[in-house]
């Protein structure tokens, strides 16, 4: 496994992506985790953050194709599958492919479409493909659904099925910047302009190369079982309505590889299980009626603070 290729890689993308959007590299950095294990990601913030931004600046970053969805409460899902339609020249009906059929697919304000055509994104999320009047279509490699979501007490939103948000692998937020961050943006060219010229800074060997690679990254018992403590916690202590899901777990596991791969490392480490557990896991976990993503993550990190962190030996 060669580690060099990976904090190079790790460095590239995130100072590219930070030309758009300042003091965001954890965030850019678990975007990439994500990218690697081949999981999709849901950013959840106020508008104005600039989660659309970010997302729109990675995808440039890694390269590939992009499209870009705005959901609304009138989007069909066959506006994101495709449609077959009758061509009067040739008399035969033709497969259009709808924008799911690129690598990189932004789906901008997510919870404004209805549960119908959220459900749309299921099958491809999960099994790369999909089914249009019978027809199977795969989808291309790397694919990566990169969602945004407007809190949920906003007017005019559909909450996400349980069942799409455990596909997502990570729930981030971006919060705001400090006050020398956006002092830094008043004084620059606006995000828009220097995204406009953003480049492609890996090539697709490169690529992939980490999106496999990772998964020679060791993890020592002793980790896997923190690792299940944690998960296991969630399903037996009082005040979780139901816990995280096996999907959860291979999927805090992958992510720990790959970050771990990232910083330059050929083992995990707990600390990268605590690290990632909020985003990994927060949104597969149910806390009944009042459950947000601040209280979730709140709860998590309550639970990750419960529970003891190994110590591993030198070996």
């Given at each position: 496994?060669?580690?060099?290729?990976?904090?190079?890689?790790?460095?590239?993308?995130?100072?590219?992506?930070?030309?758009?959007?300042?003091?965001?590299?954890?965030?850019?950095?678990?975007?990439?985790?994500?990218?690697?294990?081949?999981?999709?990601?849901?950013?959840?913030?106020?508008?104005?953050?600039?989660?659309?931004?970010?997302?729109?600046?990675?995808?440039?970053?890694?390269?590939?194709?992009?499209?870009?969805?705005?959901?609304?409460?009138?989007?069909?899902?066959?506006?994101?599958?495709?449609?077959?339609?009758?061509?009067?020249?040739?008399?035969?009906?033709?497969?259009?492919?709808?924008?799911?059929?690129?690598?990189?697919?932004?789906?901008?304000?997510?919870?404004?479409?209805?549960?119908?055509?959220?459900?749309?994104?299921?099958?491809?999320?999960?099994?790369?493909?999909?089914?249009?009047?019978?027809?199977?279509?795969?989808?291309?490699?790397?694919?990566?659904?990169?969602?945004?979501?407007?809190?949920?007490?906003?007017?005019?939103?559909?909450?996400?099925?349980?069942?799409?948000?455990?596909?997502?692998?990570?729930?981030?937020?971006?919060?705001?910047?400090?006050?020398?961050?956006?002092?830094?943006?008043?004084?620059?060219?606006?995000?828009?302009?220097?995204?406009?010229?953003?480049?492609?800074?890996?090539?697709?060997?490169?690529?992939?190369?980490?999106?496999?690679?990772?998964?020679?990254?060791?993890?020592?018992?002793?980790?896997?079982?923190?690792?299940?403590?944690?998960?296991?916690?969630?399903?037996?202590?009082?005040?979780?309505?139901?816990?995280?899901?096996?999907?959860?777990?291979?999927?805090?596991?992958?992510?720990?590889?790959?970050?771990?791969?990232?910083?330059?490392?050929?083992?995990?480490?707990?600390?990268?299980?605590?690290?990632?557990?909020?985003?990994?896991?927060?949104?597969?976990?149910?806390?009944?009626?009042?459950?947000?993503?601040e209280a979730a993550?709140?709860?998590?990190?309550?639970l990750l603070a419960?529970?003891?962190?190994?110590?591993?030996?030198?070996?």
């Amino acid at each position: 496994m060669n580690t060099a290729a990976f904090t190079a890689y790790r460095e590239k993308v995130v100072s590219n992506c930070a030309r758009v959007i300042v003091g965001k590299e954890d965030a850019t950095e678990k975007i990439l985790v994500s990218f690697l294990c081949g999981g999709h990601v849901l950013l959840e913030d106020k508008p104005g953050t600039g989660k659309t931004m970010l997302l729109r600046a990675f995808a440039r970053t890694v390269g590939g194709g992009f499209k870009r969805v705005q959901f609304t409460p009138d989007l069909l899902p066959s506006d994101l599958t495709g449609i077959n339609f009758y061509n009067q020249k040739s008399g035969e009906f033709e497969f259009r492919p709808g924008p799911l059929f690129t690598n990189f697919v932004l789906a901008d304000e997510i919870n404004r479409a209805t549960p119908r055509t959220q459900s749309a994104l299921l099958e491809a999320m999960e099994e790369r493909q999909i089914t249009v009047d019978g027809v199977t279509s795969r989808l291309a490699e790397p694919f990566m659904v990169l969602a945004t979501q407007n809190p949920l007490e906003s007017f005019g939103t559909f909450p996400l099925p349980d069942a799409q948000m455990d596909r997502f692998f990570m729930r981030l937020s971006l919060g705001y910047m400090t006050r020398e961050q956006e002092l830094e943006v008043l004084s620059r060219p606006s995000a828009q302009t220097v995204l406009n010229e953003l480049q492609a800074v890996v090539t697709p060997e490169e690529t992939a190369y980490v999106r496999t690679a990772y998964r020679e990254v060791k993890v020592s018992e002793e980790v896997k079982h923190y690792l299940m403590d944690i998960v296991e916690a969630t399903r037996t202590q009082s005040g979780f309505v139901s816990g995280v899901s096996t999907r959860g777990a291979l999927a805090l596991y992958q992510a720990a590889q790959a970050y771990a791969s990232l910083q330059g490392r050929e083992y995990v480490i707990p600390e990268d299980i605590k690290g990632l557990a909020p985003a990994v896991l927060s949104h597969r976990i149910s806390l009944g009626s009042s459950m947000n993503a601040e209280a979730a993550a709140l709860r998590m990190r309550k639970l990750l603070a419960e529970i003891t962190v190994p110590l591993e030996s030198a070996e």
